[in-house]
């Protein structure tokens, strides 16, 4: 069975779908669609045949890019509709811009969450109750094709050659423990202060002999297509001249996927990072403010998840997330071999 699934979300949303594909590809021919800015994500995933992609027309600023992403949306069009696809599966609850997709797909099927979905939707999931995981409602997907199974860990492939670029920038001559500091996040509710984030590098460097690996958003505040966090960056590593800090900035999704996928620990709020994170196998201390963790929490990793009473981060105190991230450090090195540490 030939099979499209349509993700067009974030970077997240698409890292939570990994384990549907993962379900899905044993026994059949997956392919994906999803746009220019998380397609990155699924690069050397065994169990995607084919990637479709196309540009989200505010992701372009000048009209003849616009015109040039219309132009390659045209071709990626003719693409899926000359596959031919047995099915086509919108990840998510149903909306008119997926399912266009998915209509365009001539797919004989069409799956995707909602009683309420248009008549072109075949096979109508139920809406998934309350504080049910994104991970465990992207398997509900299957039922239809009775390829359902209790969800794997998220699928996400660094390279060799890639770990070994981001081991250059690290360079951990003397072997010390890696802690992971991710200090971007688009809602303002998620952001914890930097102030935090410079007190806990402190703390966890008067712990124990460590490096800390400084991630985080590229790019400037006043970006009006992708707003960074340099200046933030900054502020941090000018505070944190007296301990070993590694600045690591990244210019893509796949270099963030590789130093992460070094570090023993992490420390981020929720978001893409996060599930990125996750993605590589890490321990992570998530902090939550206006997001449900029940929905979004870090998947089938070791981990240790702060909510704000108040839904924002701000309102997180040092002394929390550094106990949480000591007894979550404890906790895997009882689990982990000696010469994996």
Same mark, same amino acid.
């Given at each position: 069975?030939k099979?499209?699934?349509?993700r067009r979300? +974030?970077?997240?949303?698409?890292?939570?779908t990994?384990?549907?594909?993962s379900? &899905?590809?044993?026994?059949?021919?997956?392919?994906?669609?999803?746009?220019?800015?998380?397609?990155?994500?699924?690069?050397? +995933?065994?169990?995607v045949?084919?990637?479709?992609h196309?540009?989200? &027309?505010?992701?372009?600023?000048?009209y003849?890019?616009?015109?040039?992403?219309?132009?390659r949306?045209i071709?990626?069009?003719?693409?899926?509709w000359? %596959?031919?696809?047995?099915?086509?599966?919108? $990840?998510g609850?149903?909306?008119?811009?997926?399912?266009?997709?998915?209509?365009?797909?001539?797919?004989?099927?069409?799956?995707?969450?909602?009683n309420?979905?248009p008549?072109?939707?075949t096979?109508k999931i /139920?809406?998934m109750h309350?504080?049910?995981?994104?991970?465990e409602?992207m398997? %509900?997907?299957?039922r239809?094709?009775?390829?359902?199974?209790i969800?794997? =860990?998220l699928a996400?492939?660094?390279? =060799?050659s890639?770990?070994?670029?981001?081991?250059? =920038?690290?360079?951990?001559?003397?072997n010390?423990p890696l802690?992971g500091?991710?200090?971007?996040?688009?809602k303002?509710?998620? !952001?914890?202060?930097?102030?935090?984030?410079? %007190?806990?590098?402190?703390?966890?460097s008067? %712990?124990e /002999?460590?490096?800390?690996?400084?991630?985080?958003? /590229?790019?400037?505040?006043?970006?009006? !297509?992708?707003p960074?966090?340099?200046?933030?960056a900054?502020y941090i590593?000018?505070?944190? =001249?007296d301990?070993?800090?590694?600045?690591? +900035?990244?210019?893509?999704?796949r270099?963030?996927?590789a130093g992460?996928?070094?570090?023993?620990?992490?420390?981020?709020?929720?978001?893409?990072?996060? *599930?990125?994170? $996750?993605?590589?196998g890490?321990?992570v201390?998530?902090?939550?403010?206006?997001?449900d963790?029940?929905?979004?929490?870090?998947?089938k990793v070791?981990n240790?998840i702060?909510?704000?009473?108040?839904e924002?981060v701000? *309102?997180?105190?040092?002394?929390?997330?550094?106990?949480?991230f000591?007894?979550? !450090?404890?906790?895997?090195?009882?689990?982990?071999p000696?010469?994996?540490?």
């Amino acid at each position: 069975m030939k099979i499209l699934i349509i993700r067009r979300e +974030n970077i997240g949303d698409l890292i939570l779908t990994t384990p549907l594909i993962s379900m &899905l590809a044993k026994n059949h021919h997956v392919d994906m669609l999803v746009n220019s800015y998380n397609k990155q994500v699924l690069d050397g +995933n065994p169990g995607v045949s084919k990637v479709h992609h196309y540009t989200k &027309l505010h992701h372009e600023n000048s009209y003849t890019e616009k015109i040039k992403a219309i132009l390659r949306r045209i071709t990626t069009i003719l693409t899926i509709w000359r %596959e031919g696809y047995d099915v086509a599966i919108v $990840a998510g609850n149903w909306n008119k811009r997926p399912l266009q997709w998915a209509t365009l797909s001539r797919a004989k099927r069409i799956i995707a969450i909602g009683n309420d979905a248009p008549d072109s939707v075949t096979d109508k999931i /139920p809406y998934m109750h309350d504080g049910m995981h994104m991970v465990e409602q992207m398997a %509900e997907l299957a039922r239809p094709l009775n390829c359902h199974a209790i969800p794997g =860990k998220l699928a996400l492939w660094v390279t =060799k050659s890639e770990r070994e670029f981001a081991a250059h =920038k690290i360079k951990n001559t003397y072997n010390f423990p890696l802690y992971g500091l991710q200090i971007s996040s688009r809602k303002e509710q998620q !952001r914890w202060p930097v102030e935090n984030y410079i %007190e806990i590098a402190h703390r966890l460097s008067r %712990e124990e /002999p460590c490096k800390i690996i400084l991630f985080w958003s /590229p790019g400037s505040a006043d970006n009006q !297509r992708h707003p960074g966090d340099d200046e933030k960056a900054q502020y941090i590593i000018n505070a944190c =001249k007296d301990i070993i800090m590694v600045p690591f +900035n990244t210019v893509n999704i796949r270099e963030l996927m590789a130093g992460m996928s070094l570090c023993n620990q992490i420390i981020t709020s929720d978001g893409g990072a996060l *599930h990125i994170a $996750a993605g590589v196998g890490k321990p992570v201390v998530a902090l939550f403010g206006n997001s449900d963790p029940l929905v979004w929490g870090p998947w089938k990793v070791p981990n240790r998840i702060i909510a704000s009473a108040d839904e924002d981060v701000a *309102h997180i105190s040092t002394d929390e997330v550094y106990d949480n991230f000591m007894a979550l !450090r404890k906790e895997v090195l009882i689990k982990i071999p000696k010469q994996s540490i």
